[in-house]
């Protein structure tokens, strides 16, 4: 069975569960129907967590954020990837990407925080600017990113204008599908 849009699985169940004078509907047709119905309802998510601190070297480029925990199995289409900071995603689906955590900010430092889609930056991002003193910042974007395709690969990467380290701790992201209309 593979997930459909919410469009598919209405054609298919105008095509098998036409009216059925004749005997047409069968219980395989029903028991297709229902996998499918249930494989496209059926929660999808993955992501990480920081527990502790982790630190980027974001000094002028973006570089993805290395979360330090996996909270879970990936649950398919997803797959996660610790080491590179990524979540992969093998079928067709919207994504709602939920990112919340806290970090720091010195003085004169601006740091942006982005969304990536196969190494290319999204719309979505959360700017910081250092004021007077070191404070702590809370970091919040909620995203859906549509109509990805097969194989896409996300990272939450961090850019410091300055020379500081970038600090994240106590957060997590988290990746889910969204089911398609058409």
Same mark, same amino acid.
């Given at each position: 069975?593979?997930?459909?849009?919410?469009?598919?699985?209405?054609?298919?169940?105008?095509?098998?569960?036409?009216? $059925?004078?004749?005997?047409?509907?069968? @219980?395989?047709?029903?028991? *297709?129907?229902?996998?499918?119905?249930?494989?496209?309802?059926?929660? =999808?998510?993955? %992501?990480?967590?920081?527990? %502790? +601190? /982790?630190?980027?070297? #974001?000094? %002028?480029?973006?570089? @993805?954020?290395?979360?330090?925990?996996?909270?879970? #199995?990936?649950?398919?289409?997803?797959?996660?990837?610790?080491?590179?900071?990524?979540?992969?995603? #093998?079928?067709?689906?919207?994504?709602?990407?939920?990112? #919340?955590?806290?970090?720091?900010?010195? $003085?004169?430092?601006?740091? +942006?925080?982005?969304?990536?889609?196969?190494?290319?930056?999204?719309?979505?991002?959360?700017?910081?600017?250092?004021?007077?003193?070191? *404070?702590?910042?809370? /970091?919040?974007?909620? =995203?859906?990113?549509?109509?990805?395709? @097969? %194989?896409?690969?996300?990272?939450?990467?961090?850019?410091?204008?300055?020379?500081?380290? /970038?600090?994240?701790?106590?957060?997590?992201?988290?990746?889910?599908?969204?089911?398609?209309?058409?």
């Amino acid at each position: 069975m593979t997930r459909k849009s919410i469009a598919a699985l209405i054609a298919q169940s105008d095509s098998v569960l036409a009216d $059925n004078t004749t005997g047409l509907i069968t @219980p395989v047709l029903l028991r *297709t129907l229902m996998k499918d119905f249930l494989e496209t309802i059926q929660p =999808a998510y993955a %992501g990480f967590q920081v527990l %502790g +601190t /982790v630190t980027v070297a #974001a000094n %002028g480029t973006f570089k @993805p954020i290395l979360w330090d925990t996996v909270p879970g #199995a990936a649950q398919p289409p997803f797959s996660t990837n610790l080491g590179q900071g990524s979540v992969s995603n #093998a079928d067709i689906c919207n994504t709602r990407h939920t990112i #919340a955590f806290t970090t720091t900010c010195a $003085n004169g430092n601006n740091l +942006t925080f982005a969304i990536f889609k196969n190494g290319t930056q999204t719309v979505w991002e959360q700017i910081i600017s250092g004021n007077n003193q070191i *404070t702590n910042w809370a /970091v919040s974007i909620v =995203a859906v990113i549509p109509s990805t395709a @097969p %194989g896409d690969v996300f990272t939450v990467r961090v850019k410091n204008s300055q020379t500081n380290d /970038v600090s994240i701790t106590n957060g997590e992201w988290m990746v889910e599908q969204v089911p398609l209309r058409g």
